[in-house]
């Protein structure tokens, strides 16, 4: 009689599999964060932003937004490790998971859309190019994430560990464009946020995901309605988590802080730093 009844899972999503691969030890670099923002300015913004453009403007844009501005002003957090150097990006390119539905089957699945050059580009423009990247995400339309997941759908359990290692090594380490195996260039970029909110969540520590070479994973909570003082006087405010992951081997307190200040300001005060509401191209009618 075994130890315990078990049966083999026969059906693994793509992001299951990535998972099995990743991980053998406990023992990494992490650091966990989490700062609070007051909401009520972004929401406000949210509202006066789809009103103008009638676009789908989210809590996740503000917060790729800011994380894009946090790094371009922190250029050493936006950096990787090869052969135990660090190395810095030339672009800031921010990758958002996106809930990848698989109707046939009844599950779900994780993909990742990528802005390149985030921190140059508007809110409006950043807001454009997620919807429309999500649309093709969701609708098995990017080749690339497709072509990725074919790849490693063929790899053997028992292998996946070794090859993403050696995926990695060879992406990252060598530096060297794997499309011809079906691999997508950096598909997840400086940084990666995950909208645990959405998940009913306020807060959660997403685990840095060693073959991805990403030393930043951001996860906003949902928005809370709390008690807050301002100005001496307790009022009812909306407070958001803003729950981060960081590498330290090259992300320290110093990086934190510059980071944690973006993040405030673009958060707490969109109408100051986000694009001009008045300026924005107008819904049709």
């Not at 793509?14 to 972004?42: C, H, N």
């Not at 794997?178 to 520590?205: C, E, H, K, Q």
């Not at 030393?215 to 006087?233: E, H, K, M, S």
């Amino acid at each position: 009689m075994p130890n315990i009844s078990i049966h083999p899972l026969e059906s693994i999503s793509g992001f299951r599999r990535l998972a099995i691969g990743s991980w053998q030890t406990a023992y990494d670099p992490s650091v966990y964060g989490t700062i609070e923002v007051r909401m009520e300015k972004a929401l406000e913004y949210i509202e006066a932003f789809r009103k103008r453009t009638g676009k789908r403007l989210t809590v996740t844009h503000l917060v790729a937004k800011g994380l894009a501005e946090a790094l371009r002003r922190c250029p050493e957090a936006n950096a990787l490790l090869r052969w135990n150097r660090i190395y810095l990006r030339d672009s800031v390119d921010i990758s958002i998971l996106v809930v990848q539905p698989n109707e046939e089957k009844g599950k779900t699945d994780l993909a990742a859309c990528m802005i390149k050059g985030a921190d140059k580009k508007s809110l409006y423009e950043l807001a454009v190019e997620i919807e429309e990247q999500v649309g093709h995400v969701r609708a098995r339309r990017d080749v690339a994430n497709e072509q990725g997941k074919k790849t490693m759908s063929v790899v053997p359990f028992f292998l996946m560990n070794t090859v993403l290692k050696f995926v990695s090594f060879l992406m990252y380490t060598l530096n060297l464009d794997m499309r011809w195996a079906g691999i997508p260039l950096d598909p997840f970029g400086s940084a990666t946020i995950t909208n645990v909110g959405s998940l009913g969540l306020d807060t959660a520590y997403v685990p840095l995901v060693p073959y991805t070479r990403v030393p930043l994973f951001v996860a906003p909570g949902t928005i809370r309605d709390v008690p807050v003082v301002q100005d001496g006087a307790v009022i009812p405010g909306k407070i958001m988590r803003i729950n981060a992951t960081f590498d330290h081997r090259f992300i320290d307190g110093y990086h934190a802080s510059v980071l944690s200040k973006a993040m405030h300001a673009y958060m707490e005060h969109p109408f100051d730093n986000l694009d001009k509401i008045d300026e924005l191209p107008a819904a049709s009618a």
